[in-house]
């Protein structure tokens, strides 16, 4: 094997926008890394989440769809 061929692994903090911040190893050449989302503010592990519903969309989907995948259709 090829000596001195890998990077570095060392500890690097994580911060995010929101303010949270946390320490995870990584082969980064900087110290610090400055990320916009982590997972809490995103919506989706935040539990914000909402559905945009564009011209009944959503809802036309439930109704199709609603009740499962072997469930009864429901017809027009």
Same mark, same amino acid.
Do not use: W
């Given at each position: 094997?090829k000596?001195?061929?890998?990077?570095?692994?060392? #500890? @690097?903090?994580?911060? =995010?926008?929101?303010?949270? $911040?946390?320490?995870?190893?990584?082969?980064?050449?900087?110290?610090?890394?400055?990320? #916009? @989302?982590?997972s809490? =503010?995103?919506?989706?592990? $935040?539990?914000?989440?909402?559905?945009?519903?564009?011209?009944?969309?959503?809802?036309?989907?439930?109704?199709?769809?609603?009740?499962?995948?072997?469930?009864?259709?429901?017809?027009?």
């Amino acid at each position: 094997m090829k000596q001195n061929i890998h990077p570095s692994y060392k #500890e @690097v903090t994580v911060t =995010c926008s929101c303010g949270n $911040s946390f320490v995870t190893k990584s082969t980064l050449a900087k110290d610090t890394l400055n990320i #916009e @989302v982590c997972s809490l =503010c995103h919506p989706f592990y $935040s539990g914000k989440q909402r559905l945009v519903d564009s011209a009944g969309r959503v809802d036309k989907f439930r109704q199709k769809f609603g009740s499962g995948m072997f469930g009864k259709k429901t017809t027009k």
